[in-house]
């Protein structure tokens, strides 16, 4: 019974240019959240969604960043012209539908870590 | 709003001391409180969770309970392995809310 799978686990990109990463959620799960964590910083939340559905997007930064979770396949997450300031590491983490995500957990992935240089 | 305080690190400890990471929030209402573990080059882990006050979450010889009155959910161990040699971190999800307040993390070294 594989886990979230993200991937790349590890992105170097450029200024300007664009990173996408992308989540798989668990099988059976159909919300799936993205997470940032700065350096020596928690994670913070980014945006949760549903099969072709944004829900909350109140932690996304208004401009560059964007995410999708299409009704086949995995959600992205993609963030154009990077800047030194995007480096990070994402997470994305997925729940079942039914359940009350305030009492249930979040499974996560291992995590994409961005480099920009 | 809501939030997660919890104490900076690093702890670093012999094996079979006695752990305790402190962990307070800030949130309305009665929100549920997680702790998760995040083992080297991995993600996060669900390592126990509490959902309303006097709760007692456990796992892996891991305690805390979900204390109301002192808005905080302080993580203990009796006596910790080297495998407990990780980053913990607590985070709270607010009533009706998409998703998890995380604390800054406290990276535990278990020396033998």
């Known amino acids: 019974n594989a886990g979230v799978m993200q991937n790349p686990r590890h992105l170097v990109r450029r200024r300007g240019q664009e990173a996408r990463l992308r989540c798989s959620p668990m099988?059976?799960?159909?919300?799936v959240y993205w997470y940032r964590q700065l350096p020596e910083e928690g994670l913070k939340f980014m945006v949760y969604l549903q099969k072709e559905n944004i829900i909350d997007e109140s932690g996304m930064p208004k401009e560059r960043f964007s995410a999708e979770f299409p009704k086949e396949g995995p959600s992205i997450l993609r963030i154009q012209q990077v800047v030194r300031g995007d480096s990070a590491a994402y997470f994305c983490?997925?729940?079942?539908?039914?359940?009350?995500?305030?009492?249930?957990?979040?499974?996560f992935g291992d995590g994409t870590r961005l480099s920009i240089l | 709003g809501d939030s997660v305080t919890q104490m900076e690190g690093p702890v670093t400890l012999s094996e079979e001391a006695f752990l305790t990471i402190n962990c307070t929030y800030t949130?309305?209402?009665?929100?549920?409180l997680f702790w998760y573990v995040q083992y080297p080059g991995e993600g996060l882990q669900l390592l126990l969770k509490a959902t309303k006050a006097d709760d007692k979450g456990s796992n892996k010889g891991f305690e805390a309970t979900y204390r109301k009155e002192t808005t905080s959910f302080h993580l203990e161990k009796g006596s910790v392995q080297v495998s407990d040699s990780a980053v913990y971190f607590c985070?709270?999800?607010?009533?009706?809310?998409?998703?998890?307040?995380f604390g800054t993390g406290t990276r535990l070294t278990v020396i033998p």
């Open positions: 985070a709270l999800s607010p009533t009706g809310a998409n998703n998890l307040f």
């Open positions: 099988k059976g799960h159909s919300h």
């Open positions: 949130a309305t209402g009665y929100p549920s």
């Open positions: 983490a997925s729940s079942p539908e039914g359940q009350s995500y305030s009492n249930q957990p979040q499974h």
